[in-house]
Nanobody, 121 residues
Framework: VQLQASGGGLVQAGGSLILSCSTS????????IGWFRQAPTKGREAVAYIIKSVGRTYYTDLAKDRFTVSRDAAGTTVYLQLASLKPEDTAVYYCAASNIASINEDDYHYWGQGTQVTVSS
């Protein structure tokens, strides 16, 4: 099972980015892809997840109304659209795979390497 996050970069406050998570090697057991982030000096935070087969999504409070998670038709790439970005959204964003529909990072067994998002004020 492999995941690779990409699409991060430097953006001004109020701007947008689209992160991608390409996945491969999955069995049917691993069907939830979650997004998490970790800012400097902070612990990892859950952002959202999507059930690949049906597209059902869940968002934490930090993501509601600004972030959108989606997947392509084949279910091999998952996207996280970031909008109305704030400096406090600066973090490394990770995608991960779980075999249950969960926002708890302990339920995610496979992780990508992360992509840096930096929001300037």
């Amino acid at each position: 099972v492999q995941l690779q996050a990409s699409g991060g970069g430097l953006v001004q406050a109020g701007g947008s980015l689209i992160l991608s998570c390409s996945t491969s090697g999955f069995t049917l057991d691993y069907f939830a892809i979650g997004w998490f982030r970790q800012a400097p000096t902070k612990g990892r935070e859950a952002v959202a997840y999507i059930i690949k087969s049906v597209g059902r999504t869940y968002y934490t409070d930090l993501a509601k109304d600004r972030f959108t998670v989606s997947r392509d038709a084949a279910g091999t790439t998952v996207y996280l659209q970031l909008a109305s970005l704030k400096p406090e959204d600066t973090a490394v964003y990770y995608c991960a795979a779980s075999n249950i529909a969960s926002i708890n990072e302990d339920d995610y067994h496979y992780w990508g390497q992360g992509t840096q998002v930096t929001v300037s004020s």
